[in-house]
């Protein structure tokens, strides 16, 4: 979006966080005070309960829809509604928020739609994406390419549970209280989402795996990496000053590192004790119970210019997908500690390319840690996979930002891209499967399969009963020849 007002756009951003950049022709609107983060969010041990596996990921996930009350109680997005001001394109998130794509309808505009992952399972259906749960893993199943029958199956049966639990348990939902708020007029929020133009993905197959995409679906991945800054000065010293390399620990924005149970803390207060390295700990409280003098603690850090230095030799971290990232541009292996939703996905695709490792949350004690730790620090492979897989990630025509304001200009053009979009977005999903040609053959050759079973049995009965009704006649007429005499 700061791009774009770069570049000469007339920008208006509704913000949950704003950031207050000082651009003429970048508005922004503060909307943080009317959507709220589950009571959970933050928590690791919290977060953790909710997500033992993929299906309890899909229904935690749902958590993070903005209510209905929140929006009808929103002033700056009903005044939106009521606007009459001309717009050229509509960019919105399509995690869990189809409910924005009625501001693209209402305001009569082109939808881009942002995703920051893979696609989910009810992105296939409105995008006319072909997802083979076969070898595409879903993005809370942990699971990589090359799964066993029994992954296939799970992978299978989680794509369809996403598919029926966000049509049932979500657009129905906007389907009975939508109207009531903005209209009986509306669409159904089902016929909206296949409305959408375009839709831009933080993805990009070096890292995410390859996967077949409709060309309005672009990979975007990298989009947040913006070029290294200044590291603060009290940051910049410590890791200079560090022999042996820095070692950087954060559980993201979401997930709070202090949330961490005491034996979990102790556990990476132990291993940091026992390694040359310094650490960067991005801790929010105050105070580090049992913090060793080669612990320095923040409650923020820079984390992309951090990664940039060259002197960081591990990042430890929850396996976010923004973050992991940025660890793969720079080729800084990652030790990543999955809580929920597609961080394991995202640590497993690393482990699979031989640049990280996975720490399962449960399995965290003083040894563990530590011998992770030194064995990522200590063996090359490591930061030698992880170089080549950061000049895979880089090698590209355009860079991702380049990308996604090209496709955005492209929309705006164009006054929209329905062209780019293939017949299956709008086929029913029995027609997609050809299960509706597949029964009828089926049903043909079953006809005509059952036609030459009852036409042959019908001409054995009818020669059967010509040779066995002829002799029996036969055999009647002697025997009456010799009564008779």
């Known amino acids: 979006m700061v791009e774009l007002a770069h570049r000469g756009h007339n920008v208006t951003i509704y913000d949950t966080f704003p950031k207050s950049y000082t651009i003429p022709n970048y508005h922004e609107i503060d909307i943080s005070n009317c959507f709220g983060l589950p009571s959970h969010a933050g928590g690791i041990n919290q977060m953790k309960s909710l997500s033992n596996n993929g299906f309890d990921s899909v229904h935690m996930v749902l958590e993070f829809i903005p209510q209905y009350e929140e929006i009808a109680n929103c002033k700056p997005l009903l005044e939106l509604w009521n606007s009459t001001e001309k717009y050229d394109v509509l960019i919105t998130e399509a995690f869990i928020t189809d409910v924005f794509y009625l501001f693209g309808e209402k305001l009569d505009i082109p939808t881009i739609a942002f995703h920051t992952n893979v696609p989910m399972p009810w992105h296939s259906g409105p995008m006319g994406l072909s997802h083979n749960p076969a070898y595409l893993p879903t993005q809370f199943s942990g699971y990589i390419r090359g799964m066993s029958f029994f992954q296939r199956m799970h992978n299978f049966l989680m794509h369809c549970y996403g598919i029926v639990v966000y049509k049932y348990e979500s657009q129905a939902k906007y389907d009975e209280i939508a109207p009531k708020i903005f209209g009986s007029s509306v669409s159904r929020m089902e016929d909206i989402a296949r409305k959408v133009d375009i839709m831009l993905l933080y993805v990009h197959f070096s890292y995410n795996w390859p996967r077949p995409l409709v060309p309005n679906v672009i990979e975007v991945g990298g989009l947040n990496i913006k070029d290294k800054k200044p590291l603060p000065e009290n940051i910049e010293k410590f890791i200079n000053e560090s022999k042996h390399g820095v070692v950087y620990f954060c559980m993201g924005s979401l997930l709070r590192g202090e949330t961490f149970p005491p034996e979990k803390r102790e556990a990476f207060l132990y291993a940091f004790s026992k390694i040359p390295q310094r650490v960067l700990w991005k801790w929010e409280g ?25 002197n960081v030799k591990l990042f430890i971290s929850h396996g976010g997908l923004l973050g992991t990232s940025e660890a793969v541009y720079e080729g800084v292996p990652v030790l990543g500690i999955p809580i929920f939703g597609d961080q394991r996905t995202n640590i497993k695709s690393l482990e699979a390319n031989g640049a990280g490792e996975l720490l ?28 080549l897989l950061s000049d895979r990630y880089r090698d590209r025509p355009m860079s991702p930002l380049d990308t996604a304001v090209y496709w955005t200009e492209y929309v705006i053009r164009h006054k929209g891209a329905p062209h780019l979009r293939t017949a299956a977005a709008d086929m029913p999903w029995y027609q997609y499967l050809l299960l509706d040609v597949i029964a009828f053959i089926v049903a043909v050759l079953v006809a005509g399969l059952l036609i030459i079973y009852y036409t042959t049995k019908f001409i054995l009965r009818a020669i059967y009963g010509l040779i066995c009704g002829g002799g029996a006649k036969k055999g009647s007429s002697k025997s009456d020849k010799k009564k008779r005499n």
């Open 360 to 387: 399962d949350y449960n399995e965290i004690s003083k040894e563990v840690v530590l011998e992770k730790i030194q064995r990522l620090l200590n063996d090359p492979k490591y930061k030698e996979n992880a170089k």
């Open 286 to 310: 105050d105070v580090l119970p049992g913090k060793s003098d080669n612990i320095m603690i923040s409650k923020w850090m820079p984390q992309r210019d951090i990664l940039a230095h060259p």
